[in-house]
């Protein structure tokens, strides 16, 4: 009696345990958008347009005035693939210890190689180098007729010593929810760091998201 009531127990126990797992799961149509800062680069940035064209994926890039000046064949072809361009600074500024008027001329300076590449399709994106703006900042953008965001996942990409492709990747699926945005990196705003790891960890991004959770990619824009 007392096994048969043990046997009992377990599968009550093991139903509850999966239907709790499947509540975290996402059900359904559910839409991500993949966003690389800091490029382009003539090495990786590259290499995710490839990885991004085999797999059919749109993505966001934010990238800096600097790098799209040195490199704007690399944002001609974002733009003919299909990925929205978004602003990340000419520099790579730090907000936070910039004046508005540096801001501002290098946020300008920015779009208007953006706008060259992409013209009326311009996206008037705008991410802050590190996350960090001020709400003065944010509101004068905004006036400007910027959307100004930040992300939803951080899979540390740019954090050489603690992310393998495989920690990088596993992180990014941890993610639930509906419309979120995750940070990665197609170059490093300084040319001094490799974006290797970030290249290898995509395509299994990409198809667990796709086929295991059920997720769609969406460019920023399409984020209510
Ligand atoms: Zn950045």
Redesign the pocket.
């Given at each position: 009696m007392l096994k048969k009531c043990l046997v009992l127990l377990c599968i009550c126990a093991g139903m509850l345990f999966f239907s709790t797992c499947k509540k975290d799961r996402p059900i359904g149509d559910f839409r991500i958008a993949l966003t690389f800062?800091?490029g382009p680069d003539p090495v990786y940035t590259i290499r995710i347009l490839d990885i991004l064209k085999q797999k059919n994926v749109k993505a966001t890039f934010?990238v800096?005035g600097y790098h799209a000046r040195l490199f704007p064949s690399i944002i001609r072809r974002m733009h003919d693939e299909g990925h929205l361009i978004g602003n990340?600074t000419f520099t790579?500024l730090y907000l936070p210890g910039a004046t508005t008027a540096e801001m501002l001329s290098e946020v300008q300076r920015t779009q208007n190689i953006i706008n060259r590449y992409s013209g009326a399709a311009s996206s008037y994106l705008f991410?802050p180098?590190?996350g960090y703006i001020s709400d003065e900042q944010k509101h004068l953008l905004k006036n400007l007729g910027y959307r100004v965001v930040k992300w939803d996942v951080d899979p540390l990409d740019y954090d050489l010593a603690r992310s393998t492709p495989d920690a990088i990747a596993d992180r990014v699926l941890l993610l639930r929810g509906n419309n979120k945005m995750v940070l990665m990196?197609s170059a490093d705003?300084s040319d001094l760091q490799s974006r290797e790891n970030t290249v290898l960890a995509l395509p299994r991004i990409i198809d667990e998201l796709r086929n295991k959770y059920n997720y769609s990619f969406i460019t920023v824009d399409q984020i209510p």
């Open positions: 800062d800091d934010f800096t990340h790579h991410r180098p590190y990196h705003y």
